[in-house]
């Protein structure tokens, strides 16, 4: 099996020295993670298992985590959204990378045991593959991450139900990364995967979203901004009315299917847009997901009842009954399948709070087998860092009132 896409020399050559500037790119971007470099110091000699999606800007994480002396192994979390000259770029610098755009299922897996293979002191997930694989095998980290809804969701079952073998801490839940990450990471690359692999105008078309969780809420308010009218489709009664009173309309999917022109997920659950939903859409209308996982949009209703009559630029283009609809992305995350993921201001932040962890982890406290939340005093870390960063500045409470918030007369 290979480690990374294999290529002709000269071929390789041009893919690294992209990597290198897009990584470079990304890095300039990223200075909150740049800025804990020195202090990461104390993970040096540990090794690292890392399955997240192969971008820039995860290259940017890994090489901070290499140079303060830590050893990084690292496969992709999708088989569908490695970016291979970073891949190229990383191997160049040292990281061991198991990941390939495109790859199979089966392969994907290879990669994700390769990583485990390498015994890993922390474990580094975006979706709950790699940690769960390591508890199947019985490996006893000192402690693992975990960077998205999804993968949360899976750890905090995989506790309730077997009980963990080592801590894991939920990065997902930290301020610092899902106000930001989800909602305007997103919401605009979601966006953004949807404009280059069509091209459309957005402005006037109905645009449903599927679940109003942080991330239903970037696409909808971002799509809104391009002029589209955007329908919610909800299961839960209080995002609903949220959803309402923030100004959309919200509907059963069922009715949203009839009306919309773009359709888009963001529920972590399956069969959101099935197979009746198709059956009453209109003709030419673009499917998309954001979830996690690729089992938003039934794929499989597509390929056993409708013909496909197009492939082009990520898009598939299936007839249904007479009528054309456009899966981008095989159903897989639209904004990694069709574009670069999310942007690097945005993973800066995400990225500080899985380096802060991983020294949380490595600080020698004793800590308990369980999902740990990640400290409020480091999510307040990393948003001071961004301010400054951004050369905002805050207000402090005076004495009088921090004195004022404390009393009850
Ligand atoms: N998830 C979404 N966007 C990402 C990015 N740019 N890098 C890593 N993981 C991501």
Redesign the pocket.
């Known amino acids: 099996m290979p480690q990374v896409v294999e290529l002709k020399d000269d071929k390789k050559e041009e893919l690294i020295k992209l990597g290198r500037e897009r990584i470079d790119w990304a890095g300039e971007r990223m200075p909150v993670l740049f800025s804990l470099r020195e202090e990461l110091k104390g993970i040096e000699g540990m090794q690292i298992g890392a399955c ?2 192969v ?4 290259a940017v994480l890994m090489l901070a985590l290499k140079s303060a002396g830590a050893r990084v192994a690292l496969c992709g ?1 999708n088989p569908l ?1 490695t970016q291979d000259d970073v891949a190229l770029a990383l191997v160049e610098n040292g990281i061991d990378v198991y990941a390939w755009r495109g790859q199979s299922e089966e392969d994907y897996r290879k990669c994700v045991d390769a990583v485990l293979g390498k015994k890993p002191d922390i474990t580094m997930d ?1 979706g709950g593959d790699l940690t769960v694989r390591a508890h199947e095998l019985g490996i006893r980290a000192r402690g693992g991450t975990e ?2 809804t999804t993968g949360v969701i899976r750890i905090k079952a995989l506790s309730s139900q077997k009980g963990l073998l080592y801590p894991i801490m939920p990065v997902n839940d930290a301020y610092m990364k899902y106000l930001f ?1 989800n909602r305007y ?2 919401g605009q ?1 979601s966006i953004d995967g949807i404009l280059r692999g069509t091209s459309i105008l957005l402005a006037g078309k109905r645009f449903v979203v599927c679940g109003y969780g942080w991330v239903g809420r970037g696409i909808a308010m971002r799509a809104r901004g391009m002029g589209s009218h955007v329908i919610v489709t909800e299961v839960d009664p209080i995002k609903a009315l949220e959803a309402h009173m923030d100004g959309f309309e919200v509907m059963p999917i069922l009715k949203a299917a009839e009306m919309g022109d773009i359709f888009i997920t963001a529920t972590g659950d399956k069969n959101v847009i099935s197979g009746e939903g198709m059956e009453r859409m209109k003709d030419n209308v673009f499917l998309a997901n954001s979830g996690h996982f690729n089992v938003e949009v039934d794929v499989r209703h597509l390929i056993e009842n409708g013909e496909l009559v197009r492939k082009r630029n990520g898009i598939e283009t299936y007839l249904i009954n007479g009528r054309r609809i456009n899966l981008l992305g095989e159903g897989r ?1 639209v ?2 399948a069709l574009a ?5 201001e ?2 800066d932040m ?1 990225f500080a709070v899985q380096a802060l962890s991983v020294q949380y982890l490595n600080s020698g406290k004793k800590l308990e087998k369980k999902v740990l939340p990640v400290p409020r005093e480091l999510d307040e870390r990393v948003a001071r860092g961004k301010l400054a960063a951004e050369g905002i500045e805050i207000d402090k409470l005076t004495e009088e009132q921090s004195k004022y918030l404390k009393s009850f007369e």
């Open positions: 997240l999606h971008t820039k800007e995860t979390s959204s975006d960077e998205t990450d990471g997103t690359s995350l904004n990694l670069e993921g999310h942007p690097p945005v993973m995400s």
